[in-house]
């Protein structure tokens, strides 16, 4: 009965207009524009074809795997993509992988590239980055951590072929040497962000001369470059004064003057990892926490030399601290939170591992947890005196959402960056 009152109102041959007769593609992209959810503007294109199609060529960002003729469809499609993922797994791979001859298809398919993503790409060599540096001279993002082939040659090539590159991460280039921070140096100033962990051919001399021409360096990651001392590491401070985070994960060469470095000339630093460097002390410790006041981020387990006094200013002047790593700090007491106590001091931390402290006691714990109500994460694995029957028995009251690691596996993902 509705269907057929509904077909004498709208007889069934009316011209009803669609709404790609109403609109035109200026409209629709900006429909487009509005949706924030990847979801949604995937769903966009589902519409039709005409839909499809500007969904395509404005869409910004891929991740994807494909070989040289996936990739001439792609560039065809994605005709104004900015940023292109092809990175491989760790753990599993496709065969033959990312080639030198897929890097020359984009290179020369994809000309509004901006940001390029190649970590584990083990099958890319030199001859691919060549071909990237001379067709892309407007990418500013580059990663091609654990690439394992790449040389200086190659990457050279790339830094003088993109002169405005920004971000440029290498973890693993166990080739690359000084000579490409030489290079940086020379073509990149507007680096900010140089990710090096496990190049273990850099030296000091070529922390020096990259920071003569890049001085606007905010990210450094030589974590594992054994051959970086406090000479590198203090021409970096003295350059790079809007620093904000440095990671020395294990460079054992590295120690207080590199300490007082930072504390001297990089005020804005947020994260440091001085994690295994073994000779940094108590006094220099103390001078970075009452000059740091953005300290957010501290991670230096094994620290051998670190004491109650400098864990102590470090807790009472960064404000600010939101993650601390004191791991295997074997000298650090219960004393180092005596004066969180009284709870006038409130802590931000949400992050604090202190596992293999012997010296630290459900007290400490105590003392602490009366000044850090927004604990997220307690590593206490190992600490004998710190034990949950000890916890429970004392009548700790750890936050709701806090995670208590007692004993759990000393395999599981680190929470610090």
């Known amino acids: 009965m509705a269907a057929s009152a509904a077909a004498d109102i709208i007889p069934r041959n009316a011209d009803v207009p669609s709404i790609n007769d109403s609109l035109g593609d200026d409209e629709l992209r900006a429909v487009l524009l509005k949706l924030e959810n990847d979801k949604d503007k995937e769903i966009f294109g589902l519409v039709c074809k005409r839909w499809l199609h500007l969904q395509s060529t404005e869409r ?23 940023e292109l993922d092809l990175s491989q797994s760790t753990s599993r791979s496709f065969y033959p992988g990312v080639t030198d001859s897929d890097l020359s298809v ?41 690439c394992r082939k790449l040389t200086d040659k190659g ?54 001369v990259l920071v003569e021409g890049c001085q606007r360096v905010k990210y450094l990651d030589i974590n594992k470059c054994s051959n970086v001392g406090d000479v590198g590491i203090s021409s970096v401070c ?3 004064s809007s ?47 009452t000059a740091s006041n953005s300290l957010r981020n501290l991670r230096m387990d094994w620290c051998l030399n670190v004491s109650d006094s400098s864990l102590e200013c470090i807790l009472q002047k960064c404000k600010k601290l939101e993650v601390l790593d004191i791991g295997c700090c074997e000298e650090v007491t219960d004393a180092a939170f005596q004066g969180l106590g009284s709870g006038i001091l409130m802590l931000q931390l949400k992050i604090l591992k202190v596992s293999n402290c012997p010296k630290i006691t459900v007290v400490g714990i105590g003392n602490l947890l009366t000044s850090c109500n927004s604990l997220e994460y307690l590593d206490v694995r190992s600490c004998p005196h710190v034990t949950k029957a000890g916890c429970d028995e004392a009548g700790l009251l750890f936050p709701d959402s806090c995670k208590v690691n007692f004993t759990g596996s000393l395999t599981e993902p680190d929470v610090l960056l």
């Open 106 to 146: 984009i290179a020369t398919a994809f000309s509004c590239l901006r940001v390029l993503t190649l970590q584990n790409c083990k099958g890319i060599t030199d001859v691919g980055m060549k071909a990237i540096a001379a067709s892309l001279p407007h990418l500013q993002s580059l990663d091609v951590s654990y």
């Open 238 to 240: 003295r350059a790079c």
């Open 243 to 289: 620093l904000k985070t440095l990671k020395l994960l294990d460079c054992y060469k590295v120690g207080d003057e590199s300490i007082l470095s930072l504390a001297n000339f990089c005020k804005s630093l947020e994260t440091l990892i001085i994690g295994g460097c073994r000779d940094i002390t108590d006094e220099s410790l103390k001078q970075l926490a």
């Open 155 to 208: 990457l050279s090539a790339v830094v003088q072929g993109s002169r405005d590159l920004r971000i440029f991460h290498l973890a693993g280039c166990r080739f690359v040497t000084d000579s490409l921070l030489r290079a940086l140096s020379e073509n990149c100033n507007n680096l900010e962000e140089l990710g090096l962990q496990g190049c273990s051919c850099i030296t000091d001399s070529g922390l020096a």
């Open 60 to 82: 910004r960002k891929l991740c994807a795997r494909a070989g040289p003729h996936m990739l001439r469809k792609m560039a065809v499609r994605f005709t104004r993509l900015i």
